[in-house]
Each structure stands twice: as structure tokens, then as C-alpha cells.
T-cell receptor
Framework: DTEVTQTPKHLVMGMTNKKSLKCEQH?????MYWYKQKAKKPPELMFV???????INESVPSRFSPECPNSSLLNLHLHALQPEDSALYLC????????????FGPGTRLTVT | AQSVSQHNHHVILSEAASLELGCNYS??????LFWYVQYPGQHLQLLLK??????LVKGIKGFEAEFIKSKFSFNLRKPSVQWSDTAEYFC?????????????FGTGTRLLVSP
């Protein structure tokens, strides 16, 4: 099973809402990632978790808060987002954080109104 | 900081034509190189990867890529494209200086194959 699942598929939220995105993998991978992909643009790295510890934060605004409760699960908590945060949020995982390929989930399409 | 360039933004081919998509990266140290594909409405899938060894790597669906270190290039090729190859193709690189954790994508190439 090489599947990364993400929920929800679509999310519409207001600028004062708090919501969370969820990502799950059951491949035994120890590194997990959040990316943001705007329309017609490549994915851009936001966060990297390695062995459940945050190892990279690409200067992401604090209104995005990642959490890795266990090695299979990755959350992205959203609060007070701006309309420009509307994008496809992708989760990925890899066996480790070294020379391994990343497996991507289908993404959550987020619209901030 | 490492960067990845894909010079072909849009490519239109007829079925059975040969394909070559360019990818150049900026980092001079040890790198891992990838090509990902995003079919319409689907998630990113790995086509092929290069970590070390033979610079000519073969991937899924008849794709191959050649790593030329002296040119900082990792071009993607397919001898005969099919309509089902219509998709967006991303070259991506991660480097030793970030522990190979930071995957940087090129801007992508949209390929349209007409039947």
C-alpha cells in the first residue's frame, strides 16, 4: 500500500474560522511533509517532520500550525487565514528524510472567503 | 539556495512523437533528482528518480531520464508519446546540504498530446 490519504478533499472557511487538515499514511514512513500548491504553480514546501519532530519550517506564517501526533498522522491547523492562502495543500511522506522518494496525497483544496 | 528550471512551459505533440523535457538545477553539490507527473485530477506520482550510479535511469510508462552532472541537467525523454501522457511534468531536486529533506520543484511543463 503506497497511499497517502488526506481529508477533507475540499474546505471552505472564513477568515475567522479555525479548521484542520489531516494526512495519514500506513507505509511505516518516518518523514512527512506539507506543501502548498497555487494554481498553475509547482508545490512549495512548508514543513518537514522527521521522526515526529519538526525539522524544517520554511518561514510559514504562524496562522499555519503543523502537528505530528504519531508517525502515521500529520495535521495542519489553520486559524485566521487570508484569501491568498487559498490553494491546494499537499501532504507527502517518505521512508526517511534522506535519499528517499516522497509519496504524495491527493491534497485538500482550501478556499478562504 | 537551490533552484530548478524547466524551460518548456507548454509542449504540444502528436501521438507517436518523441518527447524531451529539459530540467536544469543550480546546486553544485550532491543532489537527488526526480521527475513527477500530475495527470488531470490526480495526485503527483513519481515517474523516476536518480540517487547515484548509472546516469541513465528508466522509470514507469516508458520514460527515461539522463543525469549529466557537468551540465547540471536531468532531462526527461520518451521515444513515443501517447494521448494518455497528457499531464503536467515536474522536475524536482533535493540536496545534501539540507539533508535531502527540502524538495524543490521546477515550474512544471504542461504536455498536451493530440490523438
Amino acid at each position: 500500500d503506497t497511499e497517502v490519504t488526506q481529508t477533507p478533499k475540499h474546505l471552505v472557511m472564513g477568515m475567522t474560522n479555525k479548521k484542520s487538515l489531516k494526512c495519514e499514511q500506513h507505509m511505516g514512513h518516518r518523514a512527512m511533509y506539507w506543501y502548498k500548491q497555487k494554481a498553475k504553480k509547482p508545490p512549495e514546501l512548508m514543513f518537514v517532520y522527521s521522526y515526529e519532530k519538526l525539522s524544517i519550517n520554511e518561514s510559514v506564517p504562524s496562522r499555519f500550525s503543523p502537528e505530528c501526533p504519531n508517525s502515521s498522522l500529520l495535521n495542519l491547523h489553520l486559524h485566521a487565514l487570508q484569501p491568498e492562502d487559498s490553494a491546494l495543500y499537499l501532504c507527502a511522506s517518505s521512508q526517511g528524510s534522506g535519499s528517499y522518494e516522497q509519496y504524495f496525497g491527493p491534497g485538500t483544496r482550501l478556499t478562504v472567503t | 539556495a537551490q533552484s530548478v528550471s524547466q524551460h518548456n512551459h507548454h509542449v504540444i505533440l502528436s501521438e507517436a512523437a518523441s518527447l524531451e523535457l529539459g530540467c536544469n538545477y543550480s546546486y553544485g553539490g550532491t543532489v537527488n533528482l526526480f521527475w513527477y507527473v500530475q495527470y488531470p485530477g490526480q495526485h503527483l506520482q513519481l515517474l523516476l528518480k536518480y540517487f547515484s550510479g548509472d546516469p541513465l535511469v528508466k522509470g514507469i510508462k516508458g520514460f527515461e531520464a539522463e543525469f549529466i552532472k557537468s551540465k547540471f541537467s536531468f532531462n526527461l525523454r520518451k521515444p513515443s508519446v501517447q494521448w494518455s501522457d497528457t499531464a503536467e511534468y515536474f522536475c524536482a531536486v533535493n540536496a545534501l546540504n539540507t539533508g535531502f529533506q527540502k524538495l524543490v520543484f521546477g515550474t512544471g511543463t504542461r504536455l498536451l498530446v493530440s490523438p
